[in-house]
């Protein structure tokens, strides 16, 4: 009964828009699959309770298609879900299986959601959700469940790259608690968490983080040894 219903809902669905969710996310994947390699200027404001940090700037470096490193001479917070890891997780249709969800207008866009279920419950995602502009094919919005951050919800904004499918600016909601934070900041939580018990008030569970990225230079052939660590003498 329940294959039935999920069956009917599919076909609806498909009639509805005239492509499956897998089609919609082959077009996200090609439109990103024309960046071969980027950098970008970061600006980082993390607002986590319990703990202050300072602004900061970083430098990022991509190339396809999961190469990616980070320069900044501060403490940098930095989700890899909106970055690398859910990209990648997308190209391989092997690894899931997608299925519409409901429409929502974020920010004067109208979305569709595709509900992504891995395949295997031993990797890092546990479950995911896009919500999609399928005019422009790019991710508005996503929520995405792993083994080892908890949930983190995270809100793009397009610019300038919007053909390339690169965000101007990232928003992230994260579990405070299941989050992983650089040790220099998680001891700090720790210890703050131990002064707080001294008081009544609850602490808050979810932290902001907002990446603004400017300055974008794509495709000007990083080479792969840009990538290696440096072995300390």
Known sequence: ????????????????????????????????ATV??????????ANIPMIQIMPSKAKIYFKQKDKFKIESKGITILPKQGFTELNTFLSDKSKYTAVFGDSLEIRGVDTRLINIIPNS?????ILAKIWVDQKNSVIMRSQVTTQSNGTVKTDYKYGAQLSF????????????????????VAADINKTSTDKKKTKSKPKSKGIITITLTDYVVNAGLNDSFFKEKKSK
């Open 1 to 32: 009964m329940k294959k039935a219903i999920l069956f009917g809902l599919l076909s609806l669905t498909f009639l509805s828009f005239g492509q499956t969710p897998e089609d919609i996310i082959e077009k996200i994947n090609a439109k990103l």
């Open 165 to 184: 499918g690169l965000p101007s600016e990232l928003k992230f909601e994260i579990d405070v608690k299941k989050f992983k934070m650089p040790k220099s």
């Open 121 to 125: 419950s031993s990797g890092e995602i």
């Open 36 to 45: 071969k390699d980027y950098t970008v200027n970061a600006h980082i404001d």
